[in-house]
T-cell receptor, first 114, second 111 residues
Framework: GAVVSQHPSWVICKSGTSVKIECRSLDFQATTMFWYRQFPKQSLMLMATSNEGSKATYEQGVEKDKFLINHASLTLSTLTVTSAHPEDSSFYIC??????????FGSGTRLTVV | DAKTTQPNSMESNEEEPVHLPCNHSTISGTDYIHWYRQLPSQGPEYVIHGLTSNVNNRMASLAIAEDRKSSTLILHRATLRDAAVYYCILSQETSGSRLTFGEGTQLTVNP
């Protein structure tokens, strides 16, 4: 499978500020990456599909202006939570999917907005 | 995406086999059955996947019913490190398309 590095593993930010989360595919050129969010005691929820060189595809109910996704290279996708509020506190996880190798997930980023 | 149904929780004793069931009565003929697990505060990790035939790998075995409306993930000898949430997911592809996670089964392994 692929190797995925997600950074930071945790971050605390003040309400109203923006936070950027990076997802790197270390050994696979990923034209597509997936971003999930997971609230405590809940399952993963797909937020968006990140497409290299083009706009991300957002799931219904996910605000694209609040969760900015940039996938400028085949090895890096970033998720920026803009004007974060306490309700955005969650565990954010990225994923890549090399053909024939299933899905590999990052280790996740714990975001706490205070 | 076709829906899967799993028990909310299961318990096992260390070094005993564990059978984790998954119902997927609306599975289509082209749906693959994927199993992932998630340890606390980590991203999910791949366990196994199959289409029609039973599958074995170093982590687990996947037993698929003949009508494909259910499957069972088998951990042959549970260890404390197997305590995790196990997700059974259907997808029309083995990779590349979105995965929709259900609630999964929280497996507790007792020493």
């Amino acid at each position: 499978g692929a190797v995925v590095s997600q950074h930071p593993s945790w971050v605390i930010c003040k309400s109203g500020t923006s936070v950027k989360i990076e997802c790197r595919s270390l050994d696979f050129q990923a034209t597509t990456m997936f971003w999930y969010r997971q609230f405590p005691k809940q399952s993963l929820m797909l937020m968006a599909t990140s497409n290299e060189g083009s706009k991300a595809t957002y799931e219904q109910g996910v605000e694209k202006d609040k969760f900015l996704i940039n996938h400028a290279s085949l090895t890096l996708s970033t998720l920026t939570v803009t004007s974060a509020h306490p309700e955005d506190s969650s565990f954010y996880i990225c994923s890549v999917s090399p053909p024939g190798y299933g899905y590999t997930f990052g280790s996740g980023t714990r975001l706490t907005v205070v | 995406d076709a829906k899967t149904t799993q028990p909310n929780s299961m318990e096992s004793n260390e070094e005993e086999p564990v059978h984790l069931p998954c119902n997927h009565s609306t599975i289509s003929g082209t749906d693959y059955i994927h199993w992932y697990r998630q340890l606390p505060s980590q991203g999910p990790e791949y366990v196994i996947h199959g289409l029609t035939s039973n599958v074995n790998n170093r982590m687990a075995s996947l037993a698929i019913a003949e009508d494909r409306k259910s499957s069972t993930l088998i951990l042959h000898r549970a260890t404390l490190r197997d305590a995790a949430v196990y997700y059974c997911i259907l997808s029309q592809e083995t990779s590349g398309s979105r995965l929709t996670f259900g609630e999964g089964t929280q497996l507790t392994v007792n020493p």
